[in-house]
């Protein structure tokens, strides 16, 4: 069996890049920095990049290992992402940087899935449809206080008293019980022709702009994992009021498609 992968991975316009991707042996995964609020030093000394890139190499590390379960490598990968850092590093902050998340893994029998914060995947079944798994507890917050700033977002010390527990939402790293919370799934191998993971810079052309997961699917498969990121654009640029969504009116934007059988998109594709 073929397992292929293609990404596409860009930069929000005038940013630094705080997505990250990975893909190994019938596994992939994206993940989507959660960044600092301004002016609040998120008890961490370290750039988001660099939780992000360290979430993606233990994370990788325990995907390595077939026989573990997801969520035991999630938050084993948090907490020796917790370990890397120094005494400099107060963790305990709720509003210490972290990382939204998207795993997939293709086993013997089962694909299974993961998914933390606003990362999505979706799972595709050919004739018996596609299946979107999309963590959008941070878009379901009660009652959440909107600040309108140079972006609308929630007000932080709010965001403090909800990240990462129980009745909020959760986010990859300084709270290994993270991964407890976490969306997890698996189909029958044979049921499921390709698994799409991205960032929430694309899943923005179904939550903002309209779009169908299928029809999400079907660019790629015609043009290629690029198309989706131009797609994302496109509509940014052209959306007329882009102050009434809170969040970036630009995002990094990364995807990443797993299809089961004979490779069938662009060049920027590859099989493992």
């Not at 290994?176 to 919370?181: C, V």
């Not at 990121?229 to 009021?241: Q, T």
Request: proline residues 7%; glycine residues 10%.
């Amino acid at each position: 069996m073929h397992i292929t992968y293609a990404a596409a991975m860009e930069a929000a316009p005038d940013s630094t890049n705080e997505d990250r991707f990975a893909i190994g042996d019938g596994w992939a995964l994206v993940l989507d920095g959660a960044g600092r609020y301004p002016g609040k030093p998120g008890g961490c000394i370290h750039p988001v990049s660099w939780i992000v890139e360290r979430l993606t190499a233990h994370l990788s590390s325990g995907l390595a290992q077939p026989e573990s379960p997801l969520t035991a490598i999630v938050r084993s990968a948090i907490e020796a992402t917790m370990a890397d850092h120094g005494s400099a590093c107060d963790l305990s902050d709720p509003l210490s940087p972290g990382a939204t998340g998207a795993v997939v893994r293709f086993g013997k029998d089962q694909v299974e899935w993961l998914v933390l914060g606003d990362c999505a995947a979706i799972i595709d079944q050919g004739i018996d449809g596609c299946t979107s798994i999309v963590d959008d507890r941070v878009d379901r917050l009660p009652n959440a206080p909107v600040v309108e700033g140079r972006v609308r977002t929630y007000l932080p010390e709010y965001v403090a008293t909800v990240r990462n527990q129980p009745e909020g939402f959760w986010v990859l790293g300084a709270v290994p019980a993270a991964a407890d919370h976490a969306l997890v799934g698996s189909l029958p191998r044979g049921s499921v022709d390709q698994v799409l993971l991205c960032s929430d810079g694309v899943s923005r052309l179904t939550e903002r702009y309209e779009w169908t997961w299928r029809e999400v699917l079907d660019l790629h498969e015609t043009s290629g994992p690029a198309a989706l990121i131009r797609a994302v654009r496109d509509a940014e640029r052209g959306d007329p009021d882009p102050r009434r969504w809170r969040g970036k009116l630009h995002d990094d934007a990364t995807v990443v498609v797993l299809r089961a059988g004979k490779p069938r998109v662009s060049s920027e594709s590859r099989s493992v």
